[in-house]
T-cell receptor, first 111, second 116 residues
């Protein structure tokens, strides 16, 4: 069955520190993978996506993600976190006519 | 211009009432979706429509009835509202249903429904 796992429910980092949010997927074929961010009370904004090719993809707001087929992972990274990055982050895989989302990781940024 | 818009943004109502949420996209996309986000932030597909035709109904109670009058609109009508319907409902659209950029979904701002 198709599924997405985000093992970390909450992550707290200090402003300026690096960040890595984990995402593991289960999908039979080549996955299309996405990261979205949801700020408090807001909708979902697309950060980046992976379809094929270069396994390191760049997104908006300085985020990047690396696709590792051998580990079934698509982890999101940022070298230096800003206070405005505090939000909920969702990993998703594109299934048949729908997205399958992970449960989300809430990021807290300490000043 | 807002790409995917939803109205209303907030909806507070009593149990047993009937309510509708409207969604419009101006992206020229063929496919639209409704997702439900529960109190734990979990997002789950409810319906998918392609060219006004229903292609996914993810075991949603039949109190929920989506309607797509044209490709740019997908409305959600809910009958006999229950406490458990309290959630955030997101509309989304994508260019199509298969292959690369066809599957990138763009989300509306959400409608926060509270049933008392």
């Amino acid at each position: 069955a198709q599924s997405v796992t985000q093992p970390d429910i909450h992550i707290t980092v200090s402003e300026g520190a690096s960040l890595e949010l984990r995402c593991n997927y289960s999908y039979g074929a080549t996955p299309y993978l996405f990261w979205y961010v949801q700020s408090p009370g807001q909708g979902l904004q697309l950060l980046l996506k992976y379809f094929s090719g270069d396994t390191l993809v760049q997104g908006i707001k300085g985020f990047e993600a690396e696709f590792k087929r051998s580990q079934s992972s698509f982890n999101l990274r940022k070298p230096s976190v800003h206070w405005s990055d505090a939000a909920e982050y969702f990993c998703a895989v594109s299934g048949t006519y729908k997205y399958i989302f992970g449960t989300g990781t809430r990021l807290k940024v300490l000043a | 211009d807002t790409a995917v818009s939803q109205t209303p943004k907030y909806l507070v109502t009593q149990m047993g009432n009937d309510k509708s949420i409207k969604c419009e996209q101006n992206l020229g996309h063929d496919t639209m979706y409704w997702y439900k986000q529960d109190s734990k932030k979990f997002l789950k597909i409810m319906f998918s429509y392609n060219n006004k035709e229903l292609i996914i109904n993810e075991t949603v109670p039949n109190r929920f009835s989506p309607k797509s009058p044209d490709k740019a609109h997908l409305n959600l009508h809910i009958n006999s509202l229950e406490l458990g319907d309290s959630a955030v409902y997101f509309c989304a659209s994508s260019p199509g249903t298969s292959g690369r950029d066809q599957e990138t979904q763009y989300f509306g701002p959400g409608t926060r429904l509270l049933v008392l």
